[in-house]
Nanobody
Framework: QVHLVESGGALVQPGGSLTLSCIVS????????MGWYRQAPGKERELVAG???????HYGDSMKGRVIIDKDGLRNTVTLRMSNLKPEDTAAYLC????????????????WGQGTLVTVSS
């Protein structure tokens, strides 16, 4: 059974940085594509970043240049480092496991965590 637990969400000021973590069980991150998505109130869920089994990365347009996705095969975790945060980055950030990697793009699977809330406000 696949289980994902996100953490690290917080209230942060504009321009600040934050690192989110996702502890994964039931699927090895080393051998599988993984991704981070976000969903703001009233908006559709969107891709923030994806990483292939080989470590290739795919970033969504909304945060490109301000985020880095990594995975740790020993700890079986996926992290998302975010910088220069803006109020429009306020959202629930969700981890996704074992999606597809097609033509350099991450496509989500049906395995989702509960999400961690990031609020960017002064």
């Amino acid at each position: 059974q696949v289980h994902l637990v996100e953490s690290g969400g917080a209230l942060v000021q504009p321009g600040g940085s934050l690192t989110l973590s996702c502890i994964v069980s039931g699927i090895p991150v080393r051998n599988n594509p993984m991704g981070w998505y976000r969903q703001a109130p009233g908006k559709e869920r969107e891709l923030v970043a994806g990483i292939s089994s080989a470590g290739l990365r795919h970033y969504g347009d909304s945060m490109k240049g301000r985020v880095i996705i990594d995975k740790d095969g020993l700890r079986n975790t996926v992290t998302l480092r975010m910088s220069n945060l803006k109020p429009e980055d306020t959202a629930a950030y969700l981890c996704n496991a074992g999606g597809a990697w097609i033509n350099g793009h991450y496509i989500a699977s049906s395995y989702w965590g509960q999400g961690t809330l990031v609020t960017v406000s002064s």
